[in-house]
């Protein structure tokens, strides 16, 4: 049998994953305060887990960047609060449990699906933003000092701290980043993340350099929280709600994204609800562990595949192999440099980039361009979920505009005495003798509140005729606001004494029309034609 194929590809394909996750959880665990153990336990929980009852076979779950800028945050601020980070460990653990449960009720309410209408632009300005944070916060470890913390702080701290560069970290850091970059030109059998973990390690240690490294990494089986729910101090219950809720939106979006990647890879086709069910179950239990949030992890999902995965065995095999790792190995990690982590985080950073719409804001038309450089920014330096959130409305607010004004432009009336443009044969022969009485007023889109001003103008600038004929074929929505806007034009003209008649009405507008009594109360049945050839020409 093939390697790529069968149990053995999933067994290379977990193996492979689980070599590519180690560092990158034990430097996400580091980044997020509560040291590398729990980026190690995050991995192995969610890595399992979610590969057990998600809804992507191929996908590799654990710690990414996205969810430990937001972790890092909350853990320096309960430990800012409480004073260390034991004492802190209830609340933390209540958010990060929360943020599962969340995500398991979002599969279950199957909020799954809506992941699709997410803008580009928010997506790429958002992943952007997370790759400058991680760049950003780890300046500091990269030369060998401690993190002022936020990327303000530390951009504002950067003038100060030139002169205290350790170069023993720096070279380390710059040796670790250049080792990831070329050495996949010798060969990509071996994760060049692993080699330069290992490497620069060794160097460390023979060299007997000073610099900053992990420290003790407790080994054997994680302590299970359940006190921290009986232990915990309610002392902002709007932190802990509002940031699991952040983690928990965070998660399903870079997990979400993530099956996508896999589908396109392994023409399948992920479900999305059960996937946040299998997120969802991971943090939760990963919480409970004291482990770090995280989600379906693009470059470890995209290895895996690439080494042979296919199934959810891949996933579960780099769980256990982290396990494994963890129960053996953890005096070892524990002599990893801090710049070496710092250098692996960086590389993460710059891979987050999304490089292809920096290339193209020449192109790209201005507003995504206004969108994404505003959701990069918020991220950056305001706040992660409020980015997404004002990121969103911007574009649907851009995108109601587009279509408004494409509905208002194509939305052509015409008495034919005066404007023969757009008048259709079958117009033409039912007018002829009848110009200077009717009125015809085509709409062509959907009529929705985006278009209300519009409509209103095009009410309001229709001659004194008798008969005023709407065309419907190419409106296929009306909103509460179109239905009100249309009851009110149609109130106003039958004061006037003009007769209104709706031709080919599609369902939806129909309905509405009907269930608000517009149809028959104001316009009768006799009025309604499915067909303009089916008007009953005039005398």
Same mark, same amino acid.
């Given at each position: &049998?093939?390697?790529?194929?069968?149990?053995?590809?999933?067994?290379?394909?977990?193996?492979?994953?689980?070599?590519?996750?180690?560092?990158?959880?034990?430097?996400?665990?580091?980044?997020?305060?509560?040291?590398?153990?729990?980026?190690?336990?995050?991995?192995?929980?969610?890595?399992?887990?979610?590969?057990?009852?998600?809804?992507?076979?191929?996908?590799?779950?654990?710690?990414?960047?996205?969810?430990?800028?937001?972790?890092?945050?909350?853990?320096?601020?309960?430990?800012?609060?409480?004073?260390?980070?034991?004492?802190?460990?209830?609340?933390?653990?209540?958010?990060?449990?929360?943020?599962?449960?969340?995500?398991?009720?979002?599969?279950?309410?199957?909020?799954?699906?809506?992941? %699709?209408?997410?803008?580009?632009?928010?997506?790429?300005?958002?992943?952007?933003?997370?790759?400058?944070?991680?760049?950003?916060?780890?300046?500091?470890?990269?030369?060998?000092?401690?993190?002022?913390?936020?990327?303000?702080?530390?951009?504002?701290?950067?003038?100060?701290?030139?002169?205290?560069?350790?170069?023993?970290?720096?070279?380390?850091?710059?040796?670790?980043?250049?080792?990831?970059?070329?050495?996949?030109?010798?060969?990509?059998?071996?994760?060049?993340?692993?080699?330069?973990?290992?490497?620069?390690?060794? *160097?460390?240690?023979?060299?007997? *350099?000073?610099?900053?490294?992990?420290? =003790?990494?407790?080994?054997?089986?994680?302590?299970? @929280?359940?006190?921290?729910?009986?232990?915990?101090?309610?002392? =902002?219950?709007?932190?802990?709600?509002?940031?699991?809720?952040?983690?928990?939106?965070?998660?399903?979006?870079?997990?979400?994204?993530?099956?996508?990647?896999?589908?396109? &890879?392994?023409?399948?086709? @992920?479900?999305?609800?059960?996937?946040?069910?299998?997120?969802?179950?991971?943090?939760?239990?990963?919480?409970?562990?004291?482990?770090?949030?995280?989600?379906?992890?693009?470059?470890?999902?995209?290895?895996?595949?690439?080494?042979?995965? @296919?199934?959810?065995?891949?996933?579960?095999? @780099?769980?256990?192999?982290?396990?494994?790792?963890?129960?053996?190995?953890?005096?070892?990690?524990?002599?990893?440099?801090?710049?070496?982590?710092?250098?692996?985080?960086?590389?993460?950073?710059?891979?987050?980039? =999304?490089?292809?719409?920096?290339?193209?804001?020449?192109?790209?038309?201005?507003? =995504?361009?206004?969108?994404?450089?505003?959701?990069?920014?918020?991220?950056?330096?305001?706040?992660?979920?409020?980015?997404?959130?004002?990121?969103?409305?911007?574009?649907?607010?851009?995108?109601?505009?587009?279509?408004?004004?494409?509905?208002?432009?194509?939305?052509?009336?015409?008495?034919?005495?005066?404007?023969? %443009?757009?008048?259709?044969?079958?117009?033409?022969?039912?007018?002829?003798?009848?110009?200077?009485?009717?009125?015809?007023?085509?709409?062509?889109?959907?009529?929705?509140?985006?278009?209300?001003?519009?409509?209103?103008?095009?009410?309001?600038? &229709?001659?004194?005729?008798?008969?005023?004929?709407?065309? &419907?074929?190419?409106?296929?929505?009306?909103?509460?606001?179109?239905?009100?806007?249309?009851?009110?034009?149609?109130?106003?003209?039958?004061?006037?004494?003009?007769?209104?008649?709706?031709?080919?009405?599609?369902?939806?507008? %129909?309905?509405?029309?009907?269930?608000?009594?517009?149809?028959?109360?104001?316009?009768?049945?006799?009025?309604?034609?499915?067909?303009?050839?089916?008007?009953?020409?005039?005398?």
């Amino acid at each position: &049998m093939n390697m790529n194929k069968g149990f053995s590809g999933d067994l290379f394909g977990g193996l492979t994953a689980a070599i590519v996750a180690l560092p990158l959880a034990l430097a996400f665990g580091v980044q997020s305060g509560m040291g590398p153990v729990a980026g190690l336990y995050g991995a192995i929980a969610l890595g399992i887990l979610a590969a057990l009852f998600g809804g992507t076979r191929t996908q590799i779950s654990g710690p990414t960047g996205p969810m430990t800028v937001v972790s890092s945050a909350i853990v320096a601020a309960e430990i800012a609060y409480f004073g260390s980070l034991e004492a802190a460990l209830p609340s933390i653990v209540v958010t990060f449990v929360l943020a599962g449960v969340l995500q398991i009720f979002m599969g279950m309410l199957r909020v799954g699906q809506y992941i %699709r209408y997410m803008p580009y632009p928010v997506i790429s300005g958002f992943m952007s933003g997370i790759g400058l944070i991680i760049i950003i916060t780890q300046l500091f470890p990269l030369m060998g000092l401690s993190s002022p913390g936020s990327p303000l702080a530390t951009l504002l701290s950067l003038g100060g701290a030139i002169g205290k560069i350790n170069l023993q970290a720096l070279f380390l850091a710059a040796g670790t980043i250049a080792t990831i970059y070329l050495f996949p030109k010798i060969t990509k059998t071996i994760p060049a993340t692993l080699v330069a973990l290992i490497l620069f390690t060794l *160097l460390s240690i023979l060299l007997k *350099l000073q610099v900053p490294t992990i420290g =003790d990494i407790p080994q054997g089986l994680p302590k299970l @929280h359940l006190s921290a729910f009986f232990e915990i101090e309610w002392h =902002d219950p709007a932190i802990i709600i509002f940031t699991a809720l952040t983690l928990a939106s965070l998660g399903a979006i870079d997990s979400l994204l993530t099956s996508v990647v896999a589908d396109n &890879m392994t023409r399948t086709q @992920h479900n999305s609800n059960r996937e946040l069910i299998g997120q969802g179950i991971g943090n939760a239990v990963a919480g409970l562990f004291g482990g770090l949030p995280g989600a379906g992890a693009t470059i470890r999902t995209v290895v895996n595949i690439r080494s042979g995965g @296919h199934s959810r065995l891949s996933g579960i095999t @780099h769980g256990v192999i982290l396990l494994f790792i963890l129960l053996g190995a953890g005096k070892y990690a524990g002599l990893i440099p801090v710049p070496v982590l710092a250098g692996i985080l960086i590389t993460v950073g710059i891979g987050i980039i =999304d490089y292809r719409s920096l290339r193209g804001l020449r192109s790209i038309p201005r507003a =995504d361009v206004v969108i994404m450089l505003s959701v990069t920014l918020l991220t950056v330096f305001v706040d992660l979920l409020q980015a997404v959130g004002i990121g969103m409305v911007m574009a649907a607010l851009w995108f109601m505009k587009q279509m408004s004004d494409l509905t208002e432009e194509k939305s052509q009336g015409h008495l034919l005495a005066t404007d023969k %443009r757009g008048v259709l044969a079958d117009e033409q022969a039912w007018l002829r003798g009848h110009e200077e009485q009717v009125y015809i007023q085509h709409f062509d889109g959907p009529i929705f509140f985006g278009f209300i001003f519009g409509f209103n103008r095009i009410i309001r600038e &229709m001659p004194e005729v008798k008969t005023v004929i709407f065309r &419907m074929e190419n409106v296929p929505y009306i909103d509460q606001s179109g239905l009100y806007a249309f009851e009110d034009a149609i109130s106003s003209l039958r004061q006037k004494g003009i007769e209104i008649m709706f031709c080919a009405l599609q369902a939806q507008p %129909r309905g509405m029309l009907e269930r608000i009594g517009l149809i028959p109360n104001l316009v009768s049945t006799d009025k309604i034609f499915e067909r303009f050839e089916d008007l009953v020409p005039l005398d």
